[in-house]
């Protein structure tokens, strides 16, 4: 019908995992083949989150992503995760000690340690 179809650009916040060569980040689709739709490796995204500019909600995170941040968990009455944007907002400032990207939402499990990683 001549319509052109919209590729989603859905990233997510909190992993380096679809960066490109100098860590610009680069579109996520879901595999498609014979036998289906797969999800990215990391799993299906949640979301979207935290307004942009307009209003906008518009920030995404992997499941697997999200699940390792200490705040977030799931609510079983609600049926739904908790807690997730302050997550998000906590990870957008900091820096991960291996790769120096931010969204490094775990910190390390020694507690006089301040380091963070994805």
Same mark, same amino acid.
């Given at each position: 019908?001549? $319509?052109?179809?919209? $590729?989603?650009?859905?990233?997510?916040?909190?992993?380096?995992?679809?960066?490109?060569?100098?860590?610009?980040?680069?579109?996520?689709?879901?595999?498609?083949?014979?036998?289906?739709?797969?999800?990215?490796?990391?799993?299906?995204?949640?979301?979207?989150?935290?307004?942009?500019?307009?209003?906008?909600?518009?920030?995404?995170?992997?499941?697997?992503?999200?699940?390792?941040?200490?705040?977030?968990?799931?609510?079983?009455?609600?049926?739904?995760?908790?807690?997730?944007?302050?997550?998000?907002?906590?990870?957008?400032?900091?820096?991960?000690?291996?790769?120096?990207?931010?969204?490094?939402?775990?910190?390390?499990?020694?507690?006089?340690?301040?380091?963070?990683?994805?």
């Amino acid at each position: 019908d001549g $319509r052109r179809k919209q $590729r989603s650009t859905r990233l997510c916040c909190l992993c380096p995992q679809e960066r490109g060569p100098i860590g610009l980040p680069v579109a996520v689709e879901p595999v498609v083949s014979k036998d289906g739709c797969a999800p990215p490796p990391l799993g299906h995204f949640a979301g979207p989150f935290l307004p942009d500019r307009d209003g906008i909600a518009s920030t995404w995170v992997h499941d697997s992503c999200v699940m390792w941040c200490p705040e977030v968990y799931f609510d079983q009455r609600k049926q739904r995760l908790k807690n997730v944007t302050s997550a998000l907002k906590r990870g957008s400032y900091i820096k991960c000690n291996h790769c120096g990207l931010k969204g490094a939402t775990v910190g390390c499990t020694l507690q006089q340690c301040p380091k963070s990683y994805h």
